[in-house]
């Protein structure tokens, strides 16, 4: 019996000990536009994203739905359009897109991460990245996003990693 009641005294301190850390998330570097940001659990993982939210807004449709914000993961470089409270914003739209500077519209869903290693590329010599998001009717909100800082934030995940 003494035997078993130590084996199970061992499992359970074993246990006890591979869950060492705490939720966190934290700031691990910003500036004007641009923020990393460092989401992990003490001891055991942690990943880096890449976030901003829009200077400019075409419309003014988006501030009663809530915030959007344009997010790069780090090391696969999915590129992703959220918000904080903007389900009803995201389901009323017809179609979204994405675009760097004057280049090609490329078509997100959002809250998807789409692969967007050629996407960042051309975000670090881009100067800004417009989402148009579009409804059954009118004029299309434009949700800009100045890359104005990106190139030196996207330098700084890989320390955020370590």
């Known amino acids: 019996m003494k035997k078993y009641i130590l ?23 910003k500036n004007k536009q641009w923020t ?4 992990g659990i003490t001891g ?3 990943a880096c994203t890449l ?3 829009p200077h400019y807004l075409d419309k003014a449709k988006n501030p009663k739905f ?7 993961s780090y090391p696969n470089n999915n590129v992703t359009f959220s918000g904080k409270n903007t389900g009803a914003y995201f389901r009323t739209s017809k179609q979204i ?14 809250e998807n991460p789409i692969l967007g290693k050629s996407i960042v ?3 670090l010599k881009g100067k800004v990245v417009k989402i ?6 009118g004029d299309p909100s434009i949700h800009t996003f100045s890359l104005a800082g990106f190139a030196e934030a996207y330098k700084k995940l890989p320390d955020c990693a370590k």
């Open 7 to 29: 084996a199970i005294a061992i499992i359970l301190l074993a246990n006890s000990a591979t869950y060492a850390g705490d939720p966190y998330v934290k700031a691990f570097y």
């Open 121 to 123: 590329e051309n975000m």
């Open 44 to 46: 055991e993982l942690k």
């Open 36 to 39: 990393v940001t460092q989401v």
């Open 51 to 53: 976030t901003s939210s």
């Open 132 to 137: 148009q998001v579009n409804f059954d009717g």
């Open 97 to 110: 897109k994405l675009q760097v500077d004057d280049g090609a519209l490329i078509p997100i869903k959002p």
């Open 66 to 72: 809530g915030t959007t914000y344009l997010e790069v």
